[in-house]
């Protein structure tokens, strides 16, 4: 009887394109967490389904929802975030994960995705004019404080963006990358979202610019580090994640004083090595975070979704991964960040738009990559007929032994 369900099982997964490793499986195994009270948040959106092409991006070993380690590492630290990731930006090795390819909500680490996709289009020197559109944002949300009318460098608005979480410097710089237009904040969303798609960022769909949330807008702790690896390779991000305080001016018309504002990611402040990053947080995604650090002549990033403050904050959790992955030895992997290039020799993803009533994000530029196709009709229904007729063969085989038994 067991040879029969194994049969039936390998079946399955060649109707289904799974591969029949997948029927050995190891059991997930648990990410440690810390004992805490169950924290007040609202309910978690709805993701995607998962497709399990997508899952195994970067190596077979990262498709769990659970932990996956080098063999015989140290353990990792017990962290509340939901999912975790950390990576070496140089050599591209996965060192560990909790969860990798879980869909989660970004928050402000998105606005990374934001600096990947226009950080090289504009000028740093260039003075722009903020206008009331800019200014668009939820109330009570991280801004910087600029003004309309006010007029400020692209350099000034990055800072505000990575050092204060500017929603409004967000805004501004997306509408700008876009062309300046009305309808600039959406053609960069857009492009987003297609820099996501052209770097293997499978479970990242960008709604705003801000990280603002935004239905239909998730992300993963691996799309995380394929966007820190191109945010990190770039001199001018590098050099404004690791400022400390920075100065909005003045303003003439209208007449305002000028303010200094400080990084608010408090490992450039205590961790040796550290190149900075991006902290998160909205009451839906909770804390998110992606933090770097150089040791020894080995670069790592640390990404962290879902998290709570207590008894660590977001960076303290991205420290601890840091920690963490820097005792294990060199050439440590559980699998690997995938490059454009191989995306693009994989050939470009479909792209289909989706609308408000099929549960796309309902704002602009919601266009995503589609999943690959899922059974054709005939494959369908050659599982449903093997599903309806699986009972039978078992009940058959138990009925045959038992006679033989009896005989």
């Not at 979202?193 to 479970?203: E, M, P, T, V, Y």
């Amino acid at each position: 009887m067991r040879a029969l369900v194994t049969t039936c099982v390998a079946v399955l997964l060649v109707l289904t394109g799974v591969p029949a490793t997948a029927s050995a499986a190891r059991a997930e195994i648990p990410c440690p967490k810390p004992k805490i009270a169950k924290p007040s948040a609202p309910p978690r959106p709805t993701p995607p389904a998962e497709v399990a092409e997508d899952m195994r991006v970067g190596g077979d070993d990262l498709a769990t929802h659970g932990l996956v380690v080098p063999e015989n590492s140290p353990k990792p630290p017990a962290l509340t975030a939901t999912t975790w990731l950390v990576a070496d930006l140089e050599t591209g090795e996965v060192l560990g994960a909790c969860g990798p390819h879980v869909h989660q909500t970004p928050a402000s680490v998105q606005k990374m995705l934001l600096a990947a996709t226009a950080i090289d289009q504009l000028d740093p020197a260039q003075r722009i004019t903020v206008t009331r559109g800019d200014l668009d944002i939820e109330p009570g949300s991280s801004a910087v404080g600029l003004v309309v009318g006010g007029q400020y460098t692209i350099a000034t608005l990055w800072l505000g963006l990575m050092l204060n979480s500017g929603n409004d410097a967000a805004n501004a710089l997306a509408r700008l990358a876009g062309g300046g237009g009305k309808d600039g904040l959406a053609t960069t969303v857009a492009a987003m979202n297609a820099k996501a798609a052209a770097l293997g960022a499978r479970q990242t769909h960008a709604v705003t610019p801000s990280g603002l949330d935004g239905k239909g807008q998730f992300t993963s702790a691996y799309d995380l580090a394929l966007i820190a690896r191109v945010c990190f390779a770039s001199d001018d991000f590098r050099k404004y994640v690791l400022t400390k305080t920075a100065r909005l001016p003045a303003q003439k018309k209208p007449k305002v004083g000028g303010f200094q504002f400080q990084n608010e990611n408090k490992l450039i402040y205590n961790y040796p090595g550290a190149l900075g990053g991006k902290t998160g947080f909205t009451t839906l995604a909770r804390h998110s975070y992606v933090g770097a650090a150089t040791r020894d002549g080995r670069t790592l990033v640390a990404t962290l979704l879902g998290a709570e403050a207590r008894p660590l904050r977001g960076w303290e959790q991205g420290a601890k991964l840091l920690d963490w992955g820097f005792s294990l030895p060199a050439g440590s992997s559980v699998g690997r960040l995938v490059t454009p290039e191989e995306v693009a020799a994989a050939g470009s993803p479909r792209v289909e738009k989706t609308t408000a009533a099929d549960g796309g994000g309902g704002g602009a530029g919601n266009e995503r990559p589609s999943a690959p196709a899922g059974l054709t009709v005939a494959a369908a229904a050659s599982v449903a007929v093997l599903l309806t007729g699986t009972p039978l063969l078992l009940l058959f085989a138990v009925r045959r032994r038992r006679r033989m038994t009896r005989s």
